[in-house]
């Protein structure tokens, strides 16, 4: 199965955001338009009453297919008919069959909680997948499997916990798939900002700790990312590591994340400082072992690197690291990426997390158009099997719009070794409060099944975050205004039953 031309999307009537991803589903490469181009490759889909069809014009040549009428349907249910009819002539007309099926959703287990949680059959959920979203029986027992596996960590959780973020947006250089916002430290302007945004971020996690205590929060995990977070010196980690120590109680934490991600700038020093100042778990992220490949992405490093960082972690004393691996980067092979596979289980980290290439459109893959460089990505990924076979188990799953052939990101852990601020963040069980450039924050509505979700945005640049940190801090008052609203509606419920 290989990625199609690229060509123009023209939506019409009330076609929208589901009838989009379902046709991206089998051209990535769709490009938004408003009106027919005078040449060139194209997809129409039009929904209107009485009026709904697909067109496809692609090598000098037409095919359509228009939805029967119906008078009585939902909305939502034409909604859905649309997509199925649209989902099955492109299917038809490429010949892809998308492993997926007409998911567009990135959280497939999320669905399988919700709907357990509903009163849902175990045979009702799989018609779900299968029949409605013509999902192969193979992905969703994937998923089925993961949702088993996260549900004692979901029944454990509490209404006010949380998780806290703290994002270092710097790189040693931009890998060529990254559309995160973040630096590169190498030239005199960035290093110049890292100590004054090392400053504020510390500031700003002092005020989250304020406003934790104000909430009556409990902060179960702490995750440092990135960015590369090592890409700050020893001492500013130290700094850094050492304000949340004094902020939170450590020996309370569930977990302790801090990304150690790239050799180039991960030293035995550092990760020394890591271990020291509470790290119960850190990513060291070859996401390849070729040493053409990790050129071809940027990289500044070797594969023999990769292992000595690995060797220098054990070393220091890390008991729970996390391997990150990419299927699909340029230039890489099947047979290139199952050496991967094997080099990363031969050092049997506690995690391994098999990414699948996203296309962002701010990467440089996408901006300099250097997509197509890739090998069948789904026999890559069906290398997974020996990670089962050395005793690894899939704990959390996620997808991603823009991934090669529609395919999924998955992290595997050996038994007792699930990345939990992972599961936290991806089934929304919890608040996310995320300090720094480019921070989040998801305020989940405790205790409450398809919680109301707010977000608390922070500036995206360093200089920006830098400059308005006084807004940064105002914007946080939001977490409280959120809890004092919850607060409310608990004590007017309580009154009620109380007057009875």
């Known amino acids: 199965m290989s990625e199609k031309n690229t060509m123009e999307l023209i939506l019409c009537g009330t ?83 998308p492993p997926w099926g007409m998911m567009t959703g990135v959280r497939p287990v999320r669905i399988i909680h919700d709907m357990r949680a509903a ?3 175990e045979q009702e959920i799989e018609d779900r997948f299968v029949r409605h979203f013509e999902c192969t029986p193979k992905r969703f027992e994937m998923a089925k499997r993961i949702a088993d596996l996260q549900w004692p960590v979901l029944e454990a959780a509490r ?4 998780s806290l973020y703290a994002g270092i947006p710097f790189c040693p250089s931009r890998c060529s798939y990254c559309s995160f916002v973040s630096r590169t430290v190498g030239d005199k302007a960035t ?8 400053d504020c971020l ?26 590369t977070p ?21 020996d309370s934490l569930q977990e302790y994340t801090v990304e150690a991600g790239r050799p180039d700038c991960t030293d035995y020093e550092k990760l020394c400082v890591l271990k020291e100042y509470g790290a119960t778990r850190i990513s060291i992220n070859p996401q390849t072992f070729s040493d053409q490949v990790l050129k071809n992405i940027g990289r500044r490093h070797t594969a023999q690197d990769i292992l000595d960082c690995f060797a220098a972690a054990r070393k220091a004393g890390h008991r729970n690291i996390n391997m990150d691996l990419i299927a699909g980067l340029p230039g890489d092979t099947v047979e290139g990426f199952r050496h991967s596979l094997e080099t990363a289980i031969s050092l049997e980290p506690e995690n391994i997390t098999v990414h699948t290439l996203t296309l962002k459109r701010a990467s440089n893959l996408v901006v300099e158009h250097r997509a197509a460089a890739y090998d069948d990505v789904a026999r890559m990924l069906e290398n997974c099997v020996l990670l089962e076979k050395a005793g690894y188990q899939p704990y959390y799953l996620y997808r991603q719009k823009g ?51 707010e977000r608390i945005f922070n500036y995206k640049y360093p200089t920006e975050y830098i400059d308005h940190f006084d807004t940064v801090l105002a914007r946080k008052e939001g977490v409280k205004d959120f809890y004092a609203e919850y607060a409310d509606q608990n004590s007017q419920t309580a009154g009620g039953k109380d007057s009875d």
């Open 403 to 453: 991934t090669l052939q529609n395919l999924e990101n998955i992290g595997w852990c050996k038994p007792g070794f699930e990345g939990l601020y992972n599961i936290y963040i991806m089934e929304e069980v919890h608040t996310i409060l995320s300090a720094g450039a480019g921070g989040s924050t998801k305020l989940v509505q405790p205790g409450v099944r398809h919680a109301r979700i």
């Open 230 to 250: 090592t890409s700050l010196s020893a001492d500013q980690l130290r700094q850094l590591m050492g304000h949340l120590a004094e902020l939170f109680d450590l």
């Open 159 to 162: 209404p006010m916990d949380c």
């Open 15 to 97: 076609a929208g955001y589901e009838a989009e991803h379902t046709a991206r589903m089998f051209f990535s490469g769709l490009l938004r338009s408003d009106r027919l181009p005078e040449q060139g490759d194209y997809l129409l889909i039009s929904a209107k009453p009485f009026a709904s069809f697909v067109l496809l014009h692609r090598d000098g040549l037409s095919l359509w297919q228009a939805l029967p009428a119906d008078p009585d349907e939902k909305l939502q249910d034409r909604e859905y008919s649309l997509c199925k009819m649209l989902y099955h002539f492109l299917q038809k007309q490429t010949g892809i069959r």
């Open 191 to 198: 290093r110049a900002l890292v100590q004054p945004y090392v």
């Open 202 to 227: 510390c500031q700003e996690l002092s005020a989250m700790k304020q406003q934790v205590e104000q909430c009556g929060l409990n902060v179960r995990t702490l995750y440092i990312g990135g960015g």
């Open 119 to 121: 009163g849902a059959t």
